[in-house]
């Protein structure tokens, strides 16, 4: 699960990672209130003006603007809030800014890289440092991988102190900005472990010209397995309209479903069935229109909700269920295919595989239905009929 | 033979009186497997009855105490997400030395903790989690008289002499019943889990398909994120010397949609399907163009 920054940096401050100062505008006279207050705070007149949206990339598309003064702030608010904006990480449509985060400026002297992440390799939290901050980091970690720098933690014991720094030393921080690291590491590393965060990325790290170490940029990703332990926090800081509509509902299903470009809809158990049932309906030219895994424990109104999500869409030519029930059992599957057509009818060829747990009684079902279902044997076969059926 | 269960297999369910507890291990007992007892806190004493047959089984209140009364030596985990980290490690330290985790969404942080653990003694091996789990089919009918130990069908199996190892659950059944419909049949089917944590990887199992002596040929199943595929084709090139198909799944998935910014830095650009199976390609493992053709290239490659 994503959040802003402006709620990222809310976090960092609980655990004492200096930022800058900084209040969200979701208006132009907020934003202009904001840079006011922050002026008369800080003395300063520099501040920056920076679009909240769940993806990176901000600052080359031209969503983060340094403006001086309140007039040049109100200028940079008019221009980025409602602006759509495409990033690298946004797709080609681009997000539409909707929420904007003011903040003072500082005088910087270095921009850094640091970010905790779940290791799969080492099964540990691993630290990554870099000198190259404010840039691309996979472009660093691809061209010149030595100026990368890393530690893992570990569970039993936590962050030690010569990990900080083993880091710090890399990173070339003077003796006071060392102190300043280590602090905001060490909250960092607090943070990402009782917050069940799946990144935590700060790009760039800036040591400012008195030395001081701040997050001028936060990044927190959550671990949405961890959802139960988070609830009501979780709840206040998502912010539903960074999200699909039908991904949203589907996800209130407890379903994983991602929307994609092609025509067939495809309904599946299991993400590794639901990935090579799309695999499978490409290799036979066909273009899936979404990855839809109902999961193993999902209840026959939930299968009912899937099936609804991909009938309701229009680019939709045509159907593919492709089951292989383990702990989802066939007949559950059936009679929500068979509730959601009764309920918006269908217009649209329909392939159905059925294999697994209870599979007579879930053709049963389908067989007395009296929809028009073509069965399939296989995966293959399903997915070279429903590629068939689908061009009409 | 087979690997991880066989006829010695004796099995604790914990979390045996919730409903996926209930109804799975009563599949499992029916299927052959020895269901001796179950763990739900609080439940100790009572007789937990199976819905599809006649069998019963002992519930009690601690691994422990389960383990001393009927003598288990394996556990199956369907304990819910927020007390299974808990139910693992309590089966550590019962020593029970086979724990196969069934449980769907277990937090990321609750692993590495629950890993840090395994990693420092010898005697528990942990499957799992978010897997089906482990089955070594029998020779009765439909396979039964075998050892299941999870959520897969039992009946598309058959007793035979390949070897199965997935991180994903739908796709083992789909290996295994093209291999049964072949006419050739499993030694063992595991399922490692495709969670970012787990307890066992493909390095260990494959291991063990190259000691026993029943395993001819196996069939490996990734799918995209991580370097456990590249690094299993790097361990295979050196120590696997039986036919080996593979697949990987997400050939055509997004890129980004999952995987965070900075988590693709870690595994230094590799995780891409197409990365996959080029390190499966160089390590000798022959991958099946479609999931439908898993079955016949193995077969292919055991005539």
Same mark, same amino acid.
């Given at each position: 699960?994503?959040?802003?920054?402006?709620?990222?940096?809310?976090?960092?401050?609980?655990?004492?990672?200096?930022?800058?100062?900084?209040?969200?505008?979701?208006?132009?006279?907020?934003?202009?209130?904001?840079?006011?207050?922050?002026?008369?705070?800080?003395?300063?007149?520099?501040?920056?003006?920076?679009?909240?949206?769940?993806?990176?990339?901000?600052?080359?598309?031209?969503?983060?603007?340094?403006?001086?003064?309140?007039?040049?702030?109100?200028?940079?608010?008019?221009?980025?809030?409602?602006?759509?904006?495409?990033?690298?990480?946004?797709?080609?449509?681009?997000?539409?800014?909707?929420?904007?985060?003011?903040?003072?400026?500082?005088?910087?002297?270095?921009?850094?890289?640091?970010?905790?992440?779940?290791?799969?390799?080492?099964?540990?939290?691993?630290?990554?440092?870099?000198?190259?901050?404010?840039?691309?980091?996979?472009?660093?970690?691809?061209?010149?991988?030595?100026?990368?720098?890393?530690?893992?933690?570990?569970?039993?014991?936590?962050?030690?102190?010569?990990?900080?720094?083993?880091?710090?030393?890399?990173?070339?921080?003077?003796?006071?900005?060392?102190?300043?690291?280590?602090?905001?590491?060490?909250?960092?590393?607090?943070?990402?472990?009782?917050?069940?965060?799946?990144?935590?990325?700060?790009?760039?790290?800036?040591?400012?010209?008195?030395?001081?170490?701040?997050?001028?940029?936060?990044?927190?990703?959550?671990?949405?397995?961890?959802?139960?332990?988070?609830?009501?926090?979780?709840?206040?800081?998502?912010?539903?309209?960074?999200?699909?509509?039908?991904?949203?509902?589907?996800?209130?299903?407890?379903?994983?479903?991602?929307?994609?470009?092609?025509?067939?809809?495809?309904?599946?158990?299991?993400?590794?069935?639901?990935?090579?049932?799309?695999?499978?309906?490409?290799?036979?030219?066909?273009?899936?229109?979404?990855?839809?895994?109902?999961?193993?424990?999902?209840?026959?109104?939930?299968?009912?909700?899937?099936?609804?999500?991909?009938?309701?869409?229009?680019?939709?030519?045509?159907?593919?269920?492709?089951?292989?029930?383990?702990?989802?059992?066939?007949?559950?599957?059936?009679?929500?295919?068979?509730?959601?057509?009764?309920?918006?009818?269908?217009?649209?060829?329909?392939?159905?595989?059925?294999?697994?747990?209870?599979?007579?009684?879930?053709?049963?079902?389908?067989?007395?239905?009296?929809?028009?279902?073509?069965?399939?044997?296989?995966?293959?076969?399903?997915?070279?009929?429903?590629?068939?059926?689908?061009?009409? | 033979?087979?690997?991880?269960?066989?006829?010695?297999?004796?099995?604790?369910?914990?979390?045996?009186?919730?409903?996926?507890?209930?109804?799975?291990?009563?599949?499992?007992?029916?299927?052959?497997?020895?269901?001796?007892?179950?763990?739900?806190?609080?439940?100790?004493?009572?007789?937990?009855?199976?819905?599809?047959?006649?069998?019963?089984?002992?519930?009690?209140?601690?691994?422990?105490?389960?383990?001393?009364?009927?003598?288990?030596?394996?556990?199956?985990?369907?304990?819910?997400?927020?007390?299974?980290?808990?139910?693992?490690?309590?089966?550590?330290?019962?020593?029970?030395?086979?724990?196969?985790?069934?449980?769907?969404?277990?937090?990321?942080?609750?692993?590495?903790?629950?890993?840090?653990?395994?990693?420092?003694?010898?005697?528990?091996?942990?499957?799992?989690?978010?897997?089906?789990?482990?089955?070594?089919?029998?020779?009765?009918?439909?396979?039964?008289?075998?050892?299941?130990?999870?959520?897969?069908?039992?009946?598309?199996?058959?007793?035979?002499?390949?070897?199965?190892?997935?991180?994903?659950?739908?796709?083992?059944?789909?290996?295994?019943?093209?291999?049964?419909?072949?006419?050739?049949?499993?030694?063992?089917?595991?399922?490692?889990?495709?969670?970012?944590?787990?307890?066992?990887?493909?390095?260990?199992?494959?291991?063990?398909?190259?000691?026993?002596?029943?395993?001819? $040929?196996? *069939? &490996?199943? %990734?799918?995209? @994120?991580?370097? #456990?595929?590249?690094? !299993? /084709?790097?361990?295979?090139?050196?120590?696997?010397?039986?036919?080996?198909?593979?697949?990987?799944?997400?050939?055509?998935?997004?890129?980004?949609?999952?995987?965070?910014?900075? $988590?693709? *830095? &870690?595994? %230094?650009?590799? @995780?891409?399907? #197409?990365?996959?199976? !080029? /390190?499966?390609?160089?390590?000798?493992?022959?991958?099946?163009?479609?999931?439908?053709?898993?079955?016949?290239?193995?077969?292919?490659?055991?005539?």
């Amino acid at each position: 699960m994503n959040i802003h920054e402006y709620q990222a940096k809310e976090l960092y401050r609980k655990y004492g990672i200096p930022t800058p100062k900084g209040i969200p505008a979701f208006t132009v006279t907020e934003a202009v209130d904001a840079a006011k207050k922050l002026i008369a705070d800080t003395g300063n007149e520099v501040v920056v003006v920076k679009a909240q949206i769940h993806a990176g990339g901000r600052g080359k598309a031209g969503g983060v603007k340094v403006v001086k003064g309140v007039d040049a702030a109100k200028a940079a608010a008019e221009e980025i809030l409602g602006q759509t904006l495409v990033t690298h990480q946004t797709g080609p449509e681009g997000k539409l800014v909707q929420r904007l985060y003011v903040e003072q400026g500082l005088p910087i002297e270095e921009e850094m890289y640091l970010a905790l992440v779940i290791d799969r390799e080492q099964k540990r939290v691993a630290v990554m440092a870099s000198t190259e901050g404010g840039v691309d980091i996979e472009e660093v970690a691809e061209h010149s991988p030595e100026k990368i720098f890393k530690v893992w933690i570990d569970p039993a014991v936590g962050l030690q102190g010569y990990q900080m720094r083993q880091l710090a030393f890399g990173l070339g921080l003077s003796k006071k900005a060392m102190k300043g690291f280590g602090k905001l590491l060490a909250g960092l590393a607090e943070l990402f472990v009782k917050e069940d965060c799946s990144i935590a990325e700060i790009n760039p790290l800036v040591v400012t010209k008195d030395e001081e170490v701040i997050a001028l940029d936060a990044k927190v990703n959550f671990d949405s397995n961890a959802h139960f332990r988070h609830a009501a926090l979780w709840n206040e800081l998502r912010d539903l309209t960074e999200e699909a509509q039908t991904e949203i509902e589907a996800k209130d299903a407890g379903l994983s479903y991602i929307q994609l470009d092609g025509n067939i809809g495809c309904l599946v158990n299991g993400a590794g069935l639901a990935m090579s049932t799309m695999d499978t309906i490409q290799h036979f030219g066909g273009s899936p229109a979404n990855f839809l895994d109902v999961g193993g424990g999902a209840s026959q109104e939930a299968v009912t909700k899937a099936f609804r999500i991909i009938l309701s869409s229009d680019a939709v030519k045509g159907i593919f269920v492709n089951i292989f029930g383990g702990i989802m059992k066939c007949d559950i599957i059936a009679n929500g295919v068979v509730a959601a057509t009764k309920e918006l009818g269908l217009e649209v060829p329909l392939v159905v595989r059925l294999e697994g747990t209870n599979v007579e009684a879930g053709k049963a079902i389908l067989r007395d239905s009296g929809l028009n279902i073509t069965p399939a044997d296989t995966m293959a076969e399903g997915a070279k009929k429903i590629v068939e059926l689908a061009k009409g | 033979m087979s690997i991880l269960v066989n006829a010695e297999t004796r099995v604790i369910v914990q979390g045996l009186t919730g409903s996926a507890g209930t109804f799975h291990a009563g599949q499992c007992m029916d299927y052959g497997t020895a269901i001796v007892g179950g763990v739900t806190p609080g439940r100790g004493g009572s007789t937990w009855e199976n819905p599809s047959s006649k069998g019963t089984a002992p519930v009690f209140d601690t691994v422990r105490e389960a383990k001393e009364a009927t003598g288990a030596n394996t556990s199956l985990v369907f304990v819910p997400p927020p007390f299974a980290a808990d139910a693992i490690l309590e089966a550590v330290d019962a020593e029970i030395g086979l724990v196969v985790v069934i449980t769907e969404g277990i937090p990321v942080m609750d692993m590495l903790r629950v890993r840090r653990v395994l990693d420092s003694q010898r005697t528990t091996r942990v499957i799992g989690p978010n897997c089906p789990g482990v089955i070594t089919p029998g020779s009765g009918e439909r396979s039964h008289g075998g050892q299941k130990l999870g959520i897969m069908p039992g009946h598309i199996h058959r007793k035979g002499n390949v070897g199965i190892v997935s991180k994903s659950g739908t796709l083992t059944y789909e290996a295994v019943h093209q291999v049964t419909r072949l006419g050739m049949g499993q030694t063992t089917a595991v399922g490692i889990g495709g969670d970012p944590i787990n307890g066992t990887g493909f390095i260990e199992i494959l291991d063990m398909f190259q000691e026993d002596p029943e395993t001819e $040929g196996i *069939i &490996i199943i %990734g799918e995209i @994120g991580g370097s #456990a595929e590249e690094e !299993a /084709a790097a361990w295979m090139k050196q120590h696997f010397t039986k036919p080996a198909a593979g697949f990987i799944a997400g050939v055509t998935a997004p890129p980004g949609k999952r995987m965070g910014h900075a $988590g693709a *830095i &870690i595994s %230094g650009g590799s @995780g891409t399907a #197409a990365a996959k199976i !080029a /390190a499966f390609e160089e390590a000798g493992v022959k991958v099946a163009p479609t999931p439908s053709d898993m079955g016949t290239t193995i077969q292919s490659l055991l005539k």
